[in-house]
């Protein structure tokens, strides 16, 4: 949980930067002498953390990959769902442990190796995304890791040193985009996600009722959102652009329309077609190699 894990954040950031975390510290020996000592914490590690703010700290939020929970009605049935069915005694509790002990173990048999991405000269990130030098280690990194779940799968091959290495392949490098795809749209959003839903469940509210514009008060009644919410994510809309308002607030007849319901499925095309073209990029140069 991150609302508890305050106090080791800038530990984990110099972690994921260096690799490696070395403190010096002073201990007494058993004959009551003090002696200075180094500990010495080496990298990488995995770290996941949740949180249910809207906004974390920039500094750790551009180190990680954002991932943000389902929050449709239809996740909500499903999940309500299989609580109904595990209260009913209808959920295989063998089946699920046996998933999760296959995985670990795919992971046990993993062997540190060296991976080499020779596609990396042409990867290049959206123009879009929002500070760019970390996203793009995050996706080079990633690319790699899935790289490193197919080692088995790859040919070991061996440098100038003699040391084994495995190369990346086109497939993960479009493994990496399908995963990452929404992390990328987020990433290039400069709403939070909480507000791009609220605004993209407005389009779909506006298009169902054939309306060009609506109050506060209607969303509220259709949606049930508290208040507090309510006001802020359309603050931030208007603050940005996204809506506009007409009329008189003290009268209550103050209502608010998008002024383009197009954007964000431009933003996706157009990553969607980056990504694309960097694909075709990458298997023409390994169909030359060939």
């Known amino acids: 949980d991150l609302d508890g894990a305050e106090s080791s954040m800038y530990p984990l950031r110099e972690l994921q930067s260096k690799r490696r975390i070395s403190k010096t510290v ?15 914490v080496e990298g990488p590690v995995s770290v996941s953390g ?10 750790n939020a551009n180190r990680c990959l954002l991932l943000y929970i389902d929050g449709s009605k239809e996740q909500d049935r499903r999940i309500m769902d299989y609580q109904a069915r595990m209260s009913a005694g209808a959920v295989d509790r063998q089946q699920e442990q046996a998933v999760k002990h296959l995985l670990q173990n ?3 048999i993993l062997k540190p190796i060296t991976v080499i991405n020779p596609y990396a000269g042409h990867i290049r990130l959206p123009e879009q995304v929002f500070k760019p030098r970390r996203t793009m280690t995050l996706l080079l990194s990633f690319i790699e890791a899935i790289t490193m779940l197919h080692q088995y799968q790859r040919e070991v091959k061996r440098d100038g040193q003699n040391q084994p290495y495995i190369e990346t392949t086109p497939e993960d490098i479009e493994a990496a985009f399908a995963l ?8 290039s959003d400069e709403l939070t996600k909480a507000t791009r839903g609220f605004l993209e469940l407005l ?14 008060r209607e ?19 208007e603050r940005y652009g996204y809506i506009k308002g007409s009329g008189n607030r003290y009268r209550g007849n103050y209502e608010y329309s998008i002024t383009n319901v197009q954007e964000y499925e431009q933003l996706k095309t157009s990553i ?7 694909l075709a990029t990458i ?5 030359v190699v060939q």
Do not use: W
């Not at 002073?26 to 010495?40: A, E, F, P, Q, Y």
């Open 106 to 108: 795919m992971q046990r």
């Open 50 to 59: 949740c949180t249910t703010r809207e906004k974390i700290y920039e500094d």
């Open 180 to 187: 990452l795809k929404d992390a990328l749209f987020a990433k």
């Open 272 to 278: 969607d077609q980056h990504l694309a073209d960097i």
């Open 26 to 40: 002073t201990l007494k020996d058993s004959k009551g002498n003090l002696k200075t000592i180094t500990l010495t």
């Open 283 to 287: 298997r023409n140069t390994r169909a």
């Open 203 to 216: 389009k779909t509210i506006l298009q169902e009722q054939q309306k060009a514009s609506f109050t506060a």
């Open 219 to 237: 969303i509220r009644e259709q949606l049930r959102i508290n208040p507090n919410n309510l006001k802020r994510y359309l603050v931030e809309l």
